[in-house]
């Protein structure tokens, strides 16, 4: 099965504890980052992607398996 990729602007979803949440992707991560307090360790072969909530406009760092378009 192909990774999901995404690219800047894509509106996208994901699972929180309080449900879903929409927003847009800022930017592919390749290297280790921190964002909302968490540190995301991306890599060049294993990349995550830095989203922004609609809602909240906090900026999140995401697997793009828990990524879906929408």
């Known amino acids: ?3 999901k ?4 602007g894509d509106h ?6 309080q449900g879903e949440t929409h927003g847009k992707v800022v930017k592919k991560e390749t ?3 921190k964002a909302g307090g968490h540190t ?6 294993d990349p995550q992607y830095r989203v922004k909530s609609d809602k909240s406009g906090k900026e ?3 697997k793009p398996g828990e990524l879906k378009k929408g």
């Open 12 to 17: 996208v979803k994901w699972g929180t504890p």
């Open 31 to 33: 290297s280790t980052t």
């Open 5 to 8: 990729t995404f690219k800047a």
């Open 40 to 45: 995301a360790k991306a890599t060049k072969s």
């Open 60 to 62: 999140a760092v995401h």
């Open 1 to 3: 099965m192909a990774e």
